[in-house]
């Protein structure tokens, strides 16, 4: 079956510009997360929802970050007024349950986001 | 917060030898799950094994073993008879209700 997908790819922007980056969790996955990976670093939390609620956000650096999930399904992540140290790759994983579960979680591909 | 500490940055061996790599955590939580998870060079993480806190039996599933010691809190991770394609970074995350946070990871090279 397919895998957690997420676009686009790659997004090159301009410092304080507006980007949003989507994924689209393995179908039948309640639980959906958002990582953000710099080089050589392992992946750091941001956001966690279980359904439409974002049930842990305390990974969200600061209020320009912000995810929405509004049908439970696909989710997008939303950066504002960007900052060059925002680039990164950012993950998105799904998973059968939420957290408390034992249950391993299925990353996408990433998407590659540079402020230039 | 928990914090893991993968302490070997980069590990090389050549095919056919066994590595272990290590991994050390700190938690408050008293239930929590390990999990460690493989990412090659495209990029994408794999889920490779997980253990939960309840249970410290080591196990083998083909080339892969862990040793789970919750007393030292450590969850190594080996992989017998290395070959060329296991050649990615390797991270260890502990995982529980409320936080999860994966190590920084260590980069085998398994040269041929």
């Known amino acids: 079956g397919a895998g957690v997908s997420q676009t686009p790819s790659n997004k090159v922007t301009e410092k304080g510009k507006y980007v949003e980056l989507r ?31 974002a049930a842990d956000d305390s990974g969200l650096p600061n209020d320009r970050f ?14 504002q007024r960007t900052e060059r140290g ?11 349950r939420g957290q408390s579960s034992y249950n391993e ?9 540079t402020v230039l | 917060a928990q914090k893991v500490t993968q302490a070997q940055t980069e590990i090389s061996v050549v095919e056919k030898e ?7 955590y700190e938690t408050r939580d008293t239930t929590y799950y390990l999990f460690w998870y493989k990412q090659p060079p495209s ?6 094994i997980r253990r939960n806190s309840f249970d410290e039996q080591n196990e083998i599933s083909g080339r892969y073993s862990w040793n789970f010691q919750k007393s030292t809190s450590s969850f190594n991770f080996t992989i017998t008879a290395s070959q060329v394609v296991d050649s990615a970074v ?19 090279t398994v040269k041929p």
């Open chain 1, 23 to 53: 994924c689209d969790p393995i179908s039948g996955h309640t639980a959906l997360y958002w990582y953000r990976q710099s080089l050589g670093q392992g992946p750091e939390f941001l956001i966690y929802f279980q359904g439409t609620g």
């Open chain 1, 105 to 113: 979680q299925f990353f996408g591909p990433g998407t590659r986001l």
């Open chain 1, 66 to 79: 912000f995810a929405v999930r509004p049908e439970g399904s696909v989710s997008t992540l939303k950066i």
């Open chain 2, 90 to 108: 390797y991270f260890c995350a502990p995982l529980s209700r409320y936080d999860m946070r994966f190590g920084a990871g260590t980069r085998l």
């Open chain 1, 86 to 96: 925002d680039s990164a790759v950012y993950l998105c994983a799904s998973s059968l």
């Open chain 2, 43 to 48: 990029g994408e993480l794999v889920f490779l």
């Open chain 2, 18 to 24: 066994d590595v272990t790599l290590d991994c050390v």
